[in-house]
């Protein structure tokens, strides 16, 4: 039901989406873990790869093309998402050196 | 020989994103990103999506990437060395990862594949397919697309100028 026929060999839908579900899971850790502002935004970035993923597999299973032009529209927002990241870091870091994002935390309750 | 492909890249991909998450200073970082990107690009080949595996190399490991590069060297590269505050939070998110990707596995086995839909697979993702839904059924989020560029742009160059007295 699942299986896709690619250049003759067998492959299954799930396997893509398990791959996706495990990268997904990776960037959630690193946002969880890291403590650099870029590298929460890097692993921001896995996670909507692991989401591209899996549009495009249901994409290929449905063969149907909308999957594919989320996933386009998907890899335009995490660019604006990425510039305008990178523009706040690059803003604060010329006001001040910041090693960890606790040092960011004034505006808590 | 798809098969082959498909574990290879898989391992790549996992590697890659191992590799993001643990190592201390923020350029390994970004490079284990683009090991990623270029294995999901041939993920995406393997699913004939042709179209998004050369905007995946193009835009995502040439641009941005390029991008984070560039911050990385302006900003200087900044180890990972103080200890966090809360002492157990790689426990408590390595508690939280296994639940969650259980999660996920359990909604997995739960989705029913709908049979699809019989398209010509010889044309499927080429540019051609892409355009023709790109400027027929949603020029309008294409055009919204362009607008959000256009205000990234903006709120970048904006976010980033110099501070002079006559603002």
């Known amino acids: 039901m699942s299986t896709l026929d690619i250049g003759g060999s067998q492959l299954d839908t799930s396997w893509f989406l398990l791959l996706a579900a495990v990268l997904f899971t ?6 969880l873990v890291r403590r650099n502002p870029i590298v929460i935004l890097i692993c921001i970035e896995l996670m909507l790869n692991a989401v591209n993923l899996t549009l495009v597999a249901f994409s290929r299973q449905l063969q ?28 604060i870091f010329r006001v001040r050196d910041v090693e960890d994002v606790d040092d960011l935390s004034e505006l808590k309750g | ?25 923020p350029i390994r970082c970004v490079l284990s990103l683009v090991v ?47 200890r966090g505050r809360l002492r157990f ?29 019989k398209a010509d697979l010889s044309v499927f993702g080429t540019v051609q397919s ?20 256009l205000t990234a742009a903006i709120g970048a160059i904006y976010l980033s100028r110099k501070e002079t007295d006559d603002r």
């Open chain 1, 26 to 31: 990776l960037g959630t850790v690193g946002v």
């Open chain 1, 64 to 91: 149907n093309i909308e999957g594919q032009l989320f996933a386009l529209m998907a890899m335009t927002v995490a660019a604006a998402e990425a510039v305008v990241g990178l523009a706040i870091l690059v803003d």
């Open chain 2, 1 to 25: 020989m798809a098969l082959a492909v498909f574990f290879v890249a898989a391992a790549m991909a996992v590697a890659g994103g191992v590799g993001v998450i643990s190592f201390r200073e």
């Open chain 2, 36 to 82: 990623v990107m270029i294995a999901l690009s041939i993920l995406f080949l393997l699913l004939s999506a042709q179209f998004v595996f050369v905007v995946q190399i193009i835009v995502y490991a040439g641009a941005v990437m390029v991008l984070f590069l560039f911050v990385i060297a302006l900003l200087g590269p900044a180890r990972e060395t103080a």
């Open chain 2, 89 to 117: 939070q790689p426990w408590l998110s390595a508690l939280f990862a296994l639940v969650f990707l259980g999660l996920l596995f359990t909604m997995l086995q739960g989705v029913q594949y709908r049979q699809p839909d």
């Open chain 2, 130 to 149: 892409i355009g023709v839904g790109l400027f027929t059924q949603y020029l309008y989020p294409f055009e919204l697309t362009s607008i959000l560029l």
